[in-house]
């Protein structure tokens, strides 16, 4: 196992999640990120043609 992953499992030994819940944590938050920049990006759109 290399350093960062050692540290990532330590971590997440130290708050409670298994490294597997923390990996499942982890995709929710990027794909939440996803959504909320595509939003951004098509409401920007949208006031851009409004005008």
């Known amino acids: ?6 540290q ?5 030994e130290a708050d409670g999640h298994s490294p597997d819940e923390r990996e499942s944590l ?3 938050n990027s ?3 996803v959504v909320c920049i595509a939003m951004c990006i098509f409401s920007l ?3 851009h043609y409004k005008d």
């Open 26 to 28: 982890l995709m929710t």
């Open 8 to 12: 990532i499992r330590l971590n997440s």
């Open 45 to 47: 759109v949208l006031n």
């Open 31 to 33: 794909s939440i990120c």
């Open 1 to 6: 196992m290399d350093a960062l992953g050692q």
